[in-house]
């Protein structure tokens, strides 16, 4: 039998199911091939939802989604945008974590471009195979260091991929207009690389002498093909990542998402614990563990708090103390420091300070933020440690997925008495504590991404500045009243992630004006033209 060419019941870009009404399905050759009744997007979405419900496992309805996206695009994102609190966790962290480690045994149709060592020299007529028109938004990892998870290699795909489905979702990029990729360096787990079902390249990580002319060539091609793309790094390991973006920042229209969008969605959680607590910049002792993409990032956008306060750099960085896998970082310590570790070791520790608790029991902090991808490392000791000397004292427990987070809500409360102001990474249940709920913020990137890359996107950036970054920052903290703050809330719920980001597009594209940075001439209405092109889930040229 010979497959129609536009067959639409196959095409999940056009595909409407039972949504195509009488009309449509006799102008397309559908008669017959459906079930007799017509029904609504909304009738469509209600008996999704019921089915994703029925499911046992968080991984079952993570495969049942994606399986609906290649059925009917419009339905998948029509019902995660009408539910995404309860499927956030679900595309997302922590579910998304599962996905990649399983990726190779569930793995069903492809999604996105891998590009592989071996394409070396091809990449670019490789994506003329792209089968949409145009790309505007790419997120592309090597799946070396995915979630607090480690070295997936190609099986961090779901990365990609879910990132985009919450630009879709949350900020309104075209769906058809997204590319997830992956760069298939190899892989230096074992594990997967004697997986039978592993679908990557079966061979160690490629040299930097291969590596960064891969992703150079994968870059010029992406440009080449698409030229106002945005790109975003994503799950680089720290080892590539802070010199990538160093490379291309001001080349390119690209970000990374683990340094820029965790600085500016921690940053927006600061500003809010500041002001819940009440207490000036100046006063707070930063104890961060995890100095890597993320916890540098973060340090780097809270110090432009210090910046405002008219303190200098180097009376800021006092206020900061980081702990990696080897201590305290200090000038004295005796290894080899990363450009990136230096400008925030201590000097002044003539001992060595091996433990998180050692730390946190000489800094007395205020605030202790994980960016480690070590579950459980903040212990009840070190917190309750810390909230002996601070009134409210401040918790990110960032690591991903919930299994890496260095503490829970329910802990942190416990231990401090219900005092303090706790945001994760991965979401938690809100905690009931001595007769008081308590509801954990979410400090994750996902609040910053979409409505920063549509700004970009829609002003037609030339780069993406510091600048549009803390501006993103403080646009999300802008969401939470007052009278919330002091309650210890310090992100809006996610629900408003349409309003949020049209927000946080809105003022990134004003900034990326005032800078000279806006390529697209100035529009009368900044708000009318980022709404002008989000998309809403929607059948077209339907009663429905
Ligand atoms: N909430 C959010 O939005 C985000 C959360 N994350 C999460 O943050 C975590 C880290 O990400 P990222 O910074 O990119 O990872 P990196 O690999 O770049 O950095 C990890 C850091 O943790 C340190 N570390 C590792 N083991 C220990 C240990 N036993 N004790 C103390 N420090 C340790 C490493 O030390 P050393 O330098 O010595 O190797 C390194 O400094 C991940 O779990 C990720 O999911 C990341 C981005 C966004
Ligand atoms: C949230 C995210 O980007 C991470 O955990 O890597
Ligand atoms: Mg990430």
């Not at 409407?16 to 091939?33: D, P, S, V």
């Not at 059925?71 to 995660?80: D, K, P, Q, S, V």
Request: some cysteine.
């Amino acid at each position: 039998m010979q497959s129609k060419p536009s067959f639409v019941l196959r095409n999940p870009s056009v595909n409407k199911g039972t949504g195509f009404n009488n009309e449509e399905r006799e102008k397309l050759g559908l008669k017959g091939l459906l079930p007799p009744k017509v029904e609504t997007l909304q009738e469509q979405s209600d008996r999704a939802l019921s089915q994703f419900t029925s499911f046992n496992t968080n991984l079952e309805r993570y495969i049942f989604l994606n399986c609906l996206r290649d059925r009917n695009e419009t339905l998948f994102y029509y019902l995660l945008s009408n539910n995404l609190e309860l499927m956030m966790p679900i595309i997302y962290t922590p579910t998304v974590g599962e996905a990649c480690q399983k990726f190779g045994n569930e793995f069903r149709f492809a999604q996105g471009m891998y590009f592989a060592s071996r394409d070396k020299g091809n990449i670019r007529a490789m994506m003329d195979n792209w089968p949409a028109d145009g790309v505007d938004i790419i997120v592309v990892s090597d799946g070396s260091r995915i979630l607090g998870l480690g070295d997936l290699g190609t099986n961090g795909m779901g990365i990609p991929v879910g990132k985009l489905q919450l630009y879709v979702a949350g900020a309104g990029f075209h769906p058809t207009r997204t590319l997830p990729v992956i760069i298939d360096s190899g892989t230096n787990t074992k594990k997967y690389l004697e997986d039978k079902y592993y679908l990557g390249e079966r061979h160690p990580r490629i040299p930097d002498s291969e590596y960064y002319p891969l992703v150079d060539e994968f870059l010029a091609a992406a440009y080449n093909k698409w030229p106002k793309v945005i790109v975003q790094f994503e799950d680089i390991s720290n080892d590539h990542c802070f010199t990538l973006l160093d490379e291309y920042r001001n080349k390119y229209l690209c970000f990374n998402d683990d340094i820029q969008g965790t600085g500016s969605v921690i940053l927006s959680g600061f500003i809010n614990a500041v002001r819940s607590v009440q207490k000036p910049i100046k006063e707070h002792r930063m104890v961060f563990l995890g100095a890597g993409s993320a916890g540098i990032g973060v340090a780097d956008c809270i110090m432009s708090l210090f910046d405002e306060a008219g303190i200098s750099k180097e009376e800021a960085r006092k206020s900061f103390w980081f702990v990696d896998s080897k201590g305290l970082i200090t000038t004295t310590r005796g290894d080899e420091l990363t450009s990136q570790k230096k400008q925030y070791a201590r000097e002044d520790y003539t001992y060595q300070l091996k433990s998180l608790l050692e730390v946190v029991r000489d800094v007395k902090p205020t605030a202790i933020i994980g960016l480690s991808g070590i579950g459980g490392s903040f212990t009840q000791e070190i917190i309750e440690e810390m909230a002996k000397h601070v009134e409210k004292p401040i918790v990110f427990a960032l690591s991903n997925p919930t299994t890496n987070a260095e503490c829970t809500a329910e802990q942190a409360y416990q231990w401090t008495d219900g005092r303090c102001i706790f945001a994760s990474g991965s979401p938690f249940k809100p905690v009931e504590y001595k007769g008081k709920t308590f509801v954990p913020g979410q400090g994750n990137n996902m609040y910053i991404f979409p409505g920063l890359g549509l700004a970009a996107s829609v002003c037609e950036a030339k780069h993406v500045t510091d600048a549009m970054i803390i501006t993103a920052a403080k646009t999300l903290a802008s969401f939470v009243e007052d009278s919330e703050v002091l309650t210890g809330k310090i992100y809006p719920g996610l629900q408003h992630i349409r309003e949020i980001s049209t927000r946080i597009a809105v003022k990134v594209i004003e900034k990326a004006y005032e800078e000279g940075m806006a390529q697209l001439p100035r529009p009368a209405c900044i708000e009318t033209l980022v709404k002008s092109r989000q998309y809403i889930p929607n059948y077209e040229n339907s009663n429905n």
